[in-house]
């Protein structure tokens, strides 16, 4: 094992111990997931309740600069959902014909913030907008970083912000034995793949 493995799986521990402290940090609001929806105890309802700012006292606060640029965030919306049907055909269409295991958008559509009772009716929508575009982006990605591996799992010479998961795994830049070697060990990653749960 190279010590960029090493450092990746140490990389990876820590990303799971993270997550177990933010599941800690959460268990003080008392709520748990049923059928894919979210329930609160009766008291943290309540208590979000009476945090809630109504509809009309949230419109009329918002600054002028708010009302002019609303209508360019929401436009947002149209090539969001033409990205949406862009990724189910190119998923459809494509990753059958590689045998590359297709994305589960589920997986990264998460909408439940709208079900937050301390919100109102614009803040939800604004919360399952938000949720949507950026889930949308991640499964995007997802679907990109999976064709990369497929087709050209490179890396690039310099050093890129926010590499995808499938980053790591990929081969030095100008390393062409390892690239022709590996190839079809990379690909075969992706079919062997399984669905995210």
């Known amino acids: 094992m190279s010590r960029i493995d090493d450092l990746v799986g140490q990389l990876q521990a820590i990303e799971s111990e993270l997550q177990v402290e933010f599941d800690k940090r959460r268990e003080g609001f008392a709520f748990e997931v049923d059928r894919r929806r979210v ?52 998923q459809a269409a494509c990753f059958p014909v590689y045998r590359i295991t297709k994305v589960e958008r589920a997986h ?18 604004n919360c399952v907008y938000c949720g949507y575009a950026n889930g949308l982006m991640a499964y995007g990605r997802e679907v990109a970083a999976r064709t990369e591996q497929f087709f050209c799992p490179i890396k690039h010479a310099r050093r890129i912000v926010a590499a995808h998961d499938h980053y ?27 669905t995210e749960s």
């Open 39 to 90: 329930r609160f105890s009766e008291e943290v309802m309540e208590l979000q309740r009476v945090r809630k700012i109504g509809l009309i006292r949230y419109i009329t606060g918002a600054s002028l600069l708010s009302w002019l640029v609303a209508p360019v965030i929401y436009s947002g919306i149209v090539p969001l959902l033409l990205f949406d049907l862009f990724l189910l055909v190119y």
């Open 108 to 125: 990264y559509l998460l909408l439940d913030r709208g079900d937050l009772p301390y919100l109102n009716l614009l803040e939800r929508l």
């Open 168 to 194: 790591p795994g990929f081969f030095e830049y100008g390393d062409s034995e390892s690239y022709r070697l590996g190839l079809e060990r990379l690909r075969a990653k992706l079919v062997e793949e399984p």
